[in-house]
């Protein structure tokens, strides 16, 4: 999984560099960088490999587990099979039978050291003693607890995976938002130049008029008033314009100062068609489209494995009622070893049995701890429900945003051919000398107007229709 994150950020770096030719960025290529550098998909990615790492560690259970334990122990005093006065008449025993039995005097010295032998038999010397053993421990019932605890880090392996998408589409999403937004302060841009050109002209125009006596010097001082206002708004869309490249930057892990061109721009010959295109989710039923949220949205499947997840929880609280039985083996060595009476040699045994383990009274404590994963299993049902319910409104309320963005858009197409048709009359009329300067200022105003909410509107037409694609779990995360 690692090698497939960096080798994902190589190539969104490599793509980078082949398409941001002179600061033009295409908008997959900042889709790749904010995928790469995007910490929250980072740490996403980390909780998949600690989930995946967590289910194969569940898996081990279901196998035998082998330990080896030493120790070593040293005690000041060492532990004695015989008294002292034992080991006196043991290693006197030849001398005191002499003294019963005269005719044993002869064998009295054999005698004392037969005794002293066996004194020296019995001496354990337990002052240094060290202990081995290997043990093998095979579960073979444990109630069901292992088999779902198995369960349960799948289903989180799973819905990691999950919530690593939705994080995916997320980030995708904001790109789209910030790079959008970036495309529709350009075209502005364009906009205040053009309405810049027409009130510098109309300016220009004026001042001849003045000096002909055909306007008087307020005329001219109300067009330059005009001309400072289209100044202060071409200031205001460069700074606006500014501030947006900063924030894909940041959102796409780039330099603060890296310059960004749109590839993308807006215009009248394509933009009615790509609008229509991104209304098209308008034209299926709501129903349709919560069909496909319920199938595609990462948070209800998330929330259906956290189910199964709180139903195993359920089995594991259950399991604390049932016996529990396990197979144990092992070796077992020691010195001093006392197979052969004492012996300083590791001297060691097998072993091999079962233990059975049966709850019998706890005073209800196994009973609770089921009722209480009972309710917590309910409780996330509730909220699955909820959050479902939530996306359901979601789901409308972005299908009827769209529909009213589509609406407003096909109105700004109107008012922008009526702005430009009034814009050309009031030209035309001025030169003509039957239209007022005032009504020629109008008409500058309302196409400028008309063309920024046109711009507009075609950006909230793509925007509306992305938050309905992330609303029905439709975002195409294939970069």
Known sequence: MKKKVLILGLMSLVFADVHAVGNYWPLDSLRARAVSNNKSLLMEEQNKVAAHYTHKSAKTNFLPKVSATGAYMYTSRELSLLSDDQKHKLSNIGTGLSALVPDLAPMSAH??????????????????????????????????????YNKITEYAEQASGTMYDKTLQDIIVEVDDAYWNLVALHSKKKLAEGY???????????????????????????????????????????????????????ICGLDMDEPIEVEDNIDNNTQTAEAIGNGELVNQAADNLMQQAESNRKELQALYLKNKIYDEKIKLARAEYLPKLVLMGGYLASNPSVFNSFEHRFKGMWNVGVTLNVPILTWGDRSYKVKAAKAEACMHRYETEEV??????????????????????????????EAEENLRYANHGM??????????????TAWLKAK????????????????????????????
């Open 111 to 148: 005698l004392n050291s037969a005794g002293q032998g066996l004194v020296d038999a019995l001496h354990t010397d337990t002052r240094n003693a060290g202990v081995v053993a290997v043990t093998l421990t095979q579960p073979l019932y444990m109630g069901g607890k292992i088999r779902a």
């Open 196 to 250: 810049k050109t027409l009130v510098d002209k109309l300016e220009s125009d004026v001042e001849q008029l003045v000096k002909e006596g055909m306007a008087t010097k307020s005329d001219l001082l109300s067009v330059k008033v005009k001309v400072n206002e289209a100044g202060v708004a071409l200031i205001q869309v460069n700074n606006g314009i500014e501030l947006s490249r900063m924030n894909l930057c940041r």
């Open 388 to 417: 479902r319910e939530k996306i359901e409104l979601q789901v409308n309320q972005c299908r009827q945003k769209l529909q009213e963005s589509l609406e407003r858009y096909q109105t700004t197409v109107r008012s922008v051919d």
């Open 431 to 444: 030169k003509e000398g039957v239209v007022t300067l005032s009504n020629v200022m109008e008409a500058q």
């Open 452 to 479: 920024s909410e046109w711009v507009n509107a075609q950006v909230d037409v793509r925007l509306a229709n992305l938050y309905l694609r992330k609303a029905i779990g439709a975002i195409d995360t294939h970069l």
